[in-house]
């Protein structure tokens, strides 16, 4: 059974950096897509960015030109950069890889919480 294990998560002030860092238990073939997603109480899971096996990026409206999404294929990695954090981006952060086989896997979440 495939695990993704994030870490990265943390407290943080106002203006402040996180890297989130998402690593499989074991080499997954053929991944498509690897996502991180946040998700607050009460509210669902949105996409927050996510980058294709051929490096294409996309991110949410509100983490443009503050979040920086990575990958390392040979590590079956992904990675989040987070910088000039606002107290909005608190959440509980998952990553997501999925295959070209249509398989999802998730993560367990790593809680980010930015707060003076």
């Known amino acids: 059974q495939v695990q993704l294990v994030e870490s990265g998560g943390g407290l943080v002030q106002p203006g402040g950096s996180l890297r989130l860092s998402c690593v499989a238990s074991?080499?997954?073939?053929?991944?498509?897509?690897m996502g991180w997603y946040r998700q607050v109480p009460g509210k669902q899971r949105d996409l927050v960015a996510a980058?294709?096996?051929?490096?294409?990026?996309i991110y949410t409206d509100s983490v443009k030109d503050r979040f920086t999404i990575s990958r390392d294929n040979a590590k079956n990695t992904a990675y989040l950069q987070m910088n000039s954090l606002r107290p909005e981006d608190t959440a509980v952060y998952y990553c997501k890889f999925s295959t070209i086989n249509a398989l999802d896997y998730w993560g367990q979440g790593t809680q980010v919480t930015v707060a003076s």
């Open positions: 980058i294709t096996s051929g490096g294409m990026t």
């Open positions: 074991r080499i997954i073939f053929s991944i498509r897509r």
